[in-house]
C-alpha cells in the first residue's frame, strides 16, 4: 500500500518569523515595565540631624559658646570674609589652626547667608575649610 503525501514540500518554502517576534518583544517589554513599576526606587541615605531648639528658638545642640565658634562669611563674589574684612587663604588657615588648637571643641562655621552667593562657591569653599579643619567645619544656614 502506498502512503500518498497530500503536500509536498516546495524549494521555496519559508516560516514566517515576524508575527512571533512581536509578541515576544511585546512580553518582554511587559516584564520590563512591570519589574521597574515593583521595584522601590533607592534614596541617598542622608541622615539629618535633630533640632534640639531650646525656649528662646536657637538650636545649639552642642552648647558651644561664642569663644567656641570660628565664623567664616561668604560674599557673592566668594571671598571669605572674617569680622567683615577679606582675609588671604596664607592667613586664614593660620588663624584656623590657631583656633582648633587653643578651643578643644571648637568649630569653624562657614556662613553663606546672601542668597546671591553660587552652590558651586560654597560647596569649594567648603572643601578648602575641610582640608585645614577636617570634621571639625559646620555649615551655617538660615530661615528663609
Do not use: H, W
Request: proline residues 4%; positive net charge; charged residues 20%.
Amino acid at each position: 500500500m502506498k502512503i500518498r503525501k497530500k503536500y509536498q514540500a516546495s524549494a521555496n518554502a519559508e516560516i514566517n518569523l515576524t508575527a512571533l517576534l512581536d509578541v515576544v518583544f511585546s512580553i518582554l517589554a511587559f516584564f520590563i515595565l512591570l519589574s521597574a513599576a515593583l521595584t522601590v526606587p533607592n534614596r541617598i541615605g542622608v541622615d539629618l540631624p535633630i533640632s534640639d531648639q531650646g525656649s528662646n528658638g536657637d538650636s545649639n545642640p552642642a552648647n558651644l559658646q561664642r569663644e567656641d565658634v570660628f565664623v567664616i562669611t561668604l560674599d557673592p563674589a566668594g571671598q571669605m570674609l572674617k569680622d567683615g574684612k577679606s582675609i588671604p587663604p596664607q592667613l586664614l588657615s593660620q588663624q584656623i589652626n590657631s583656633f582648633l588648637a587653643a578651643s578643644k571643641r571648637g568649630v569653624v562655621v562657614l556662613s553663606a547667608d546672601d542668597s546671591t552667593v553660587s552652590y558651586q562657591i560654597v560647596i569649594s569653599r567648603l572643601a578648602e575649610l575641610r582640608a585645614i579643619a577636617g570634621n571639625r567645619v559646620a555649615i551655617a544656614t538660615s530661615r528663609s
